[in-house]
């Protein structure tokens, strides 16, 4: 696994499963689920981080709005969250995809 903050879960995991696997990852501070049925994108606090995730989301779609070739990815997309957790409402499955490969660059350190 390397350095990687956050790990990806496909959306046939449950809870139990994801658990499960996450009890011997030290590293990862954060996952990511797919809720098919609300077609929703949970990104989740695993451990604690300096990172608040909800407002490091709201910065991440500004950028993409901001960036002419990301801007269409979100249009009808909206965050919801806490400190604890952002979810991601009505996400294409690219915007799902750019999301991951950005989470997984940025939360690398």
Known sequence: MGNNKVVHFSE??????INTVMK???????????????????????????IIITPFMTQLFNYYKNNEGLSNLISDSKIKGND???IILNPSTELITQIKKDLNVLLKK
């Open 12 to 17: 046939e995991f449950s809870m139990n499963e």
């Open 24 to 50: 011997g990852r030290d590293e990862v501070i954060y996952y990511t689920r797919y809720i098919a049925e609300k077609n929703e994108f949970h990104i989740v606090r695993y451990k604690d981080s300096e």
């Open 84 to 86: 604890n957790f952002s």
